[in-house]
């Protein structure tokens, strides 16, 4: 076989882990019981598929063939195992057993199996860090360093949290199922927060040159997907439309440079319609459930953006009114100081910047770069020059992502002498 | 799997619970547990008496030591305990939260255990 032939089977194989590696890491944790047998199981398998589908061909339906492979390597390494540890014997029989069904490899099964991964991954037995660092990495395949970036934390603190937190689900029996009815919407709050946190991860990099990350929001979105399939709460559904909304203004929100462009600079000609279109489709379909929550609200006010044809078109006054709701659901001072901003776009920035250093006054906001930053916009529109180039300045000591910082810089050297 | 379900209490708080209501909670434990034994979860489980009958006991210097109380000041107290077999963590911890104590401010801690039965 040529060395070409080799390369390109490699390249397919390549593919192939990129596109399916979870699902079959999915359904091989369920088929043999345990994540760290089905890690290993599931890279013997790809390892195999090199070897294998340069001489046999690329087999019709690879996640099958992946996770059938998987599985035996898995009983072969337990058997040998088994020779120096009876204890293991009965496990070894078991899988082998089990392996003879080969039932619940069709597709539907394979996707349940990611959501059993899924909740499982944001079990509350677990902590709030650790099931954040183990859907990042069993669910979206990201690696520990992807993962301690994403934390501003240290890959080690990281890795030991992943492996803490899949001892304790050994350890404790935490199912690997589909919770129950009863269950399910407290269970599901914690899905979203993570599957958000990810969204975020890769809409923003906290850290570093890159501002986005194409791949991981869209894992978040087709995580959210796979959702409401399962259970259309209306605050999954909320959380999907939020997705596809802050999503549709991706190209719009950097420019060929990699600088950040605020909502108001956007050239909303680059907004994506479909992800607006369908984003807005689901947002009716939470409100009018009249059982919405923060994301719904959240998703309502990025649709009140996406239909206005510019900043001074915009419908502020519903805005404000979105963020009124939403302070009352969920009182916080972020979104209090967007409330503020909104107040600012509807009466004048003096209105905006009187709620600003009130909230700031209140000391929750103090280390937090956007309030600084808001603050400072207000004040260069009200002509405050000196007061805007030091809350610039301040905002500026509090961010360390590569874009963010040249954004401030440029309005640092645009305020007049 | 077992799980051991450990029931906590501030005990100065249970004090002042009036009597009336504690026999109340009391006669739900009852059925509770009769209920677990019957579905063949409950395996076996006591209420300890006060944490003042409590001594600790350790080694110091190789010598037996001996303090007054439970191991551990914490503001709440170890009161009781279940031992119940379960099929995963998902059904013990369904089973906990039907601890009657919960609602007026307990805690119950549930931890898997390794069960050996000593013939």
Known sequence: MSEEAVEKIRET????????????????????????????????????????????????????????????????????????DASLGEMVNRLEAAANDTSGWNEEAVEDDRLRLIFTCCHPALSADAQAALTLREVCGLTTEEIARAFLTAPPTVAQRIVRAKRKIQDARIPYRVPSQRD???????????VYLVFNEGYSASSGASLTRHDLSGEAIRLGRLLIELLPEPEAIGLLALMLLQESRRAARTSPAGDLILLDRQDRSLWNRDQIAEGITLVERALSSRRFGPYSLQAAIAAVHAEAPSTEATDWPQIVGLYEVLLRVEPSPVIALNRAVAVAMRDGPAAGLALIDALLASGDLQEYHLAHSARADLCRRLGKTEEARAAYQRALGLTQQGPERRFLERRLSELPG | MHYLLMCCFDETKWEKIPEADRDKVMQEYHLLLQDLAKSGHLQAGAKLRPSMTAVTIRRKNGKPAMTDGPFAETKEQLGGYHLIECHDLDEAIAIANRIPTLPLGGSVEVRAIDFQEIN
């Open chain 1, 13 to 84: 194989v390549d593919a192939v882990y990129r596109s399916d590696s979870r699902r079959v890491l999915a359904t091989l944790i369920r088929l043999l019981g345990d994540f760290d047998l089905a890690e290993e199981a599931m890279h013997d398998a790809f390892i195999a598929a090199v070897e294998q589908w340069r001489h046999e061909g690329v087999p019709k339906n690879p996640a099958a063939w992946l996770i059938s492979t998987g599985r035996f390597k898995a009983i072969d390494a337990m058997r040998r195992r088994a020779r120096f």
């Open chain 1, 184 to 194: 399910l919407p407290d269970r599901l709050d914690a899905v979203l927060r993570v």
